[in-house]
């Protein structure tokens, strides 16, 4: 029989609050939560929500552990992550979930009302044929909630993402930024360094990787899945950095994301290539824009060692955000 092939490629939601919920991380805490299903890294046991156990559950995933800081909640996920703040939500899944399907709970939670942004991506993906829904019938479900509109960026029939965005209006945008590296077809030495050894702690595989290398500083939960599969999140006061491993020879995929702010980024993609050396790779920088701030571009490398650019796009929102979204492909 052969294997259903795993959905690397992820769907993502973010929602920022018109004013903070203090009671979005805390209410009704229960105890830890694990997961048979692979091995963990230390540093896990921060208390489980049941609030979120629901969201998570109704996207078809299910909560493997969390850790926490002082201002945010970071959860592993069977399929990605979740991350949690008083004034915002961030769930990214892959798969075949549907993400869609937790958007009514997150709703529900922190009321519609108190909605100032709200963010619903996803990325082209490998084996759509296995996937409930497109990302025009999830456009269409997210219209019951608001009035927003459907951006693609990237060629069709490349690597792209679909954006559904809504705003309050009147809403400050604060200095936010988000980077995701999405990357395909990883050399053939970083899938086997992804699989699982017997005997071999987490930790080892991370440090023989280069993973360990990215923001050390930060306290660290992750997971390794059986018989294939890595998650990682990685958390300090608000920031966070996450990465998704799917090591399988016939449609490898990681992702890597991180909200922490940056002169510059280039140093970071650099590394963080290094390390998967994919074939292909898109980078997408999500953030507000105003007069004092500095461009996305120059955020960015202006070129790649062993890459060309072959699609670059810039798109601002009507409300203070802007993406800018570039494709590289390894230079014969």
């Given amino acids: 029989?052969?294997?259903?092939?795993?959905?690397?490629?992820?769907?993502?939601l973010e929602v920022i609050l018109k004013r903070p919920l203090?009671?979005?991380?805390s209410a009704g805490r229960s105890s830890p939560g694990r997961s048979a299903a692979g091995?963990?890294?230390?540093?896990?046991?921060?208390?489980?929500?049941?609030?979120?156990?629901?969201?998570?559950?109704?996207a078809g995933a299910r909560i493997v552990s969390c850790t926490s800081t002082e201002e945010m909640d970071a959860y592993l996920l069977s399929e990605s992550s979740l991350f949690v703040w008083d004034d915002r939500v961030l769930m990214i899944t892959c798969g075949t979930t549907s993400l869609i399907d937790a958007v009514p709970h997150v709703i529900e939670t922190v009321s519609k009302e108190n909605v100032a942004f709200f963010f619903y991506e996803r990325k082209n993906l490998m084996y759509p044929e296995l996937q409930r829904s497109d990302f025009e019938m999830d456009a269409q479900d997210l219209t019951a909630f608001f009035e927003g509109k459907s951006y693609r960026l990237g060629p069709a029939n490349r690597d792209h993402i679909h954006i559904f965005y809504h705003s309050t209006p009147n809403r400050p945008v604060?200095?936010?930024?988000?980077?995701?590296?999405?990357m395909h077809d990883l050399h053939p030495e970083v899938r086997a360094a992804f699989v699982p050894r017997p005997e071999e702690p987490i930790d080892q595989m991370e440090a023989r990787t280069g993973v360990d290398d990215l923001y050390p500083d930060m306290v660290k939960d992750a997971f390794r899945f059986q018989p294939y599969g890595y998650s990682l999140n990685k958390v300090r006061g608000e920031s966070y950095m996450t990465i998704h491993v799917t090591p399988e020879p016939h449609g490898s995929y990681a992702s890597f994301e991180t909200n922490v702010t940056e002169?510059?980024?280039?140093?970071?993609?650099?590394?963080?290539?290094?390390?998967?050396?994919?074939?292909?790779?898109?980078l997408a920088m999500t953030g507000s824009q105003d007069e004092n701030q500095t461009p996305q571009e120059n955020l960015l490398p202006q070129r790649m060692r062993g890459?060309?650019?072959?699609?670059?796009?810039?798109?601002?929102?009507?409300?203070?955000?802007?993406?800018?979204f570039r494709n590289y492909s390894a230079s014969e």
């Fill in 1 to 12: 029989m052969t294997a259903v092939p795993f959905e690397g490629p992820e769907k993502k």
């Fill in 22 to 25: 203090p009671g979005l991380r």
């Fill in 39 to 58: 091995d963990s890294s230390p540093g896990q046991g921060a208390p489980i929500d049941p609030c979120w156990v629901e969201v998570v559950e109704a």
């Fill in 174 to 182: 604060e200095n936010d930024i988000t980077l995701e590296i999405l």
């Fill in 263 to 282: 002169r510059n980024y280039t140093e970071t993609i650099e590394r963080v290539i290094s390390i998967f050396r994919p074939n292909r790779f898109s």
């Fill in 307 to 324: 890459f060309q650019v072959t699609e670059s796009s810039f798109y601002e929102f009507d409300s203070g955000y802007a993406v800018t």
